[in-house]
Nanobody, 125 residues
Framework: QVQLVESGGGLVQAGDSLRLSCAASGRTFSSYGMGWFRQAPGKEREFVAAISWSGGSTYYADSVKGRFTISRDNAKNTAYLQIDSLKPEDTAVYYC??????????????????WGQGTQVTVSS
């Protein structure tokens, strides 16, 4: 069992940066690949980024490449999502999730085993 808690969201202006954190409970964090998804009002949950259990491999949605950076610190049981040059269209609830599966299927939300409760990111223009 893995419990995930996101933090770091907030109300920011366009062009600002944020770093979201995802703290995991349990001693098996390093066994899981981690992903970030987001969901805007009235839209489906969208894949953003994923990272392998070791941190050696990452994968990004085309829409966020170059602005988003996913990372993890297995010693701290925490995954991160650095978001730079925020845009109003980045406004959404951001979720982290854990999966036993590889990055090849990381874009599909149904391949994740555990989810956090989400953190709101609101970007004003």
């Amino acid at each position: 069992q893995v419990q995930l808690v996101e933090s770091g969201g907030g109300l920011v202006q366009a062009g600002d940066s944020l770093r979201l954190s995802c703290a995991a409970s349990g001693r098996t964090f390093s066994s899981y690949g981690m992903g970030w998804f987001r969901q805007a009002p009235g839209k489906e949950r969208e894949f953003v980024a994923a990272i392998s259990w070791s941190g050696g491999s990452t994968y990004y949605a085309d829409s966020v490449k170059g602005r988003f950076t996913i990372s993890r610190d297995n010693a701290k049981n925490t995954a991160y999502l650095q978001i730079d040059s925020l845009k109003p269209e980045d406004t959404a609830v951001y979720y982290c999730a854990a999966t036993r599966r590889g990055l090849g299927v990381a874009t599909r939300h149904y391949n994740y085993d555990y989810w956090g409760q989400g953190t709101q990111v609101t970007v004003s223009s």
